[in-house]
């Protein structure tokens, strides 16, 4: 019984360790995606202060994009060669160091260059929390920690775009970067120390992990069936996100005839659903495993959008959007976790390089997919805007559906 005892004791105490540092990572993650939503709240001050246009400033919000897009896998497989806590450490850095410089920013190159190191600082930071998880969580807690990590984002959405425009209205546009770049210092000061004593390693290496070897397993790996599957599914989660980002405050104002600042409050409590439903789908995924979850979430999300194009009235708009919240962002930590779980599969030394590859694959995807259906709602309206959502979500749930049926209950 003694024996039992302490394995149980010791087994609690390592994983009350590793969601003390996932708990730290999400808090962390919160504040970084606020990062990310920033800049479209801060637009039209920016034209309005500056000579900057429209049409800049999009290419601007852009830069931040490509940025988090393009680092992901060269964070993760970095990780694999320098340390996860090493590559955090300089993510995070980086992000606050450019964000810090928007407010002495003199110039539209200056700008730019900011804003595409603050992409690339957060993305870093994200692809190596990924990392982390699958390096420290247990297998039965995977899914439970990338919940927790997850629902960070969506939950930001909530409290973001009204904590950036409190900033700009008392501090001005050129304070407010300088604040949200010292907001996330006493947390990284804490990852700093918390990591320091978590092992690096977990599994022995067969070759000393590169960048050079990271992107040769990542092609190895790039035409599997499973892999694209992945990325099948991944781009249409990221498409739809980073589309709906723009649109659905817009949605809602015009669907209903709120202010944009009464559009943007709903837009965030269904961003909220989203949290808590990220959450739940990390709480399924280890009792069912991520397939379930994944086709279950996009064919929910499919189903919903076509009702969007339909409604008018406020309380069938929040209605519909708060099921499709709640369908698309149970997604999350599944699909984290048949990344994590490939990722593994392909390569024992160079698991962040594919974690870190998958990621960059889906965002870049999802970012084309996103500006064409930005394009197609502009262009040809609401009815044939949320058709071609419908079908990318339609897409990614046969993918996910392809995935269950090739491997069955693997993920």
């Known amino acids: 019984m003694g024996v039992v005892s302490s394995g149980s004791d010791q087994y609690l105490s390592r994983r009350g360790r590793v969601f003390a540092l996932v708990g730290l990572l999400a808090v962390t993650w919160f504040i970084f995606s606020i990062y990310r939503v920033m800049f479209s709240v801060a637009i039209p001050d920016v034209i309005a202060l500056t000579s900057v246009t429209y049409t800049q400033a999009t290419v601007l919000f852009g830069a931040l994009f490509v940025g988090y897009a393009v680092s992901q896998f060269p964070a993760g497989s970095l990780a694999d060669e320098l340390g996860i806590r090493t590559v955090l450490l300089c993510g995070a850095g980086v992000a606050c160091v450019a964000l810090a410089s928007l407010s002495v920013a003199g110039s539209y190159v200056h700008v ?17 929390s990924q990392v982390a998880i699958s390096a420290y969580a247990s297998k039965d807690n995977e899914g439970k920690a990338l ?42 000061g804490a990852l700093a120390i918390g990591m320091h004593y978590q092992q690096e390693t977990t599994k022995t290496p067969v070759e000393t992990p590169s960048l050079r070897t990271g992107v040769s397993t990542v092609a190895d790996h790039l035409f599997d069936r499973i892999t694209l599957l992945i990325v099948g599914f991944g781009t249409a989660f990221s498409a739809t996100t980073n589309a709906l980002i723009a649109i659905l405050p817009w949605y809602v104002v015009d669907t209903t005839g709120l202010s944009l600042t009464v559009g943007n409050f709903y837009a965030g409590v269904i961003f909220g659903a989203g949290a808590v439903a990220a959450l739940i789908g990390g709480v399924l995924r280890d009792r069912i495993g991520s397939c379930p979850i994944l086709v279950g979430g996009f064919a929910g999300a499919a189903l919903a959008v076509p009702f969007l194009a339909v409604v008018s009235s406020l309380f069938w708009v929040l209605f519909v959007l708060g099921v499709f919240s709640l369908a698309l962002n149970s997604v999350l930590p599944a699909r984290d976790h048949v990344v994590n779980v490939h990722s593994r ?3 024992d030394s160079e698991t962040g390089a594919m974690i870190g590859g998958l990621r960059s694959l889906c965002y870049l995807g999802g970012g084309i997919g996103a500006v064409g259906i930005g394009l197609t709602f502009a262009q040809f309206g609401r009815v044939a805007g949320f058709g071609l959502l419908a079908i990318v979500l339609l897409v990614g749930g046969l993918c996910a559906s392809l995935l269950w049926i090739t491997t069955g209950d693997e993920y």
């Open 345 to 347: 599969a392909c390569s």
């Open 112 to 128: 730019f260059g900011a804003l595409f190191l603050i992409g690339a600082g957060i993305g870093s930071f994200r692809s190596a």
């Open 147 to 188: 919940g927790l990590l997850t629902a960070a984002e969506p939950f930001s959405y909530v409290v973001g775009p009204a904590t950036v425009a409190v900033l700009i209205e008392r501090g001005g546009l050129f304070t407010m970067p300088l604040f949200l770049a010292l907001t996330p210092l006493p947390l990284i």
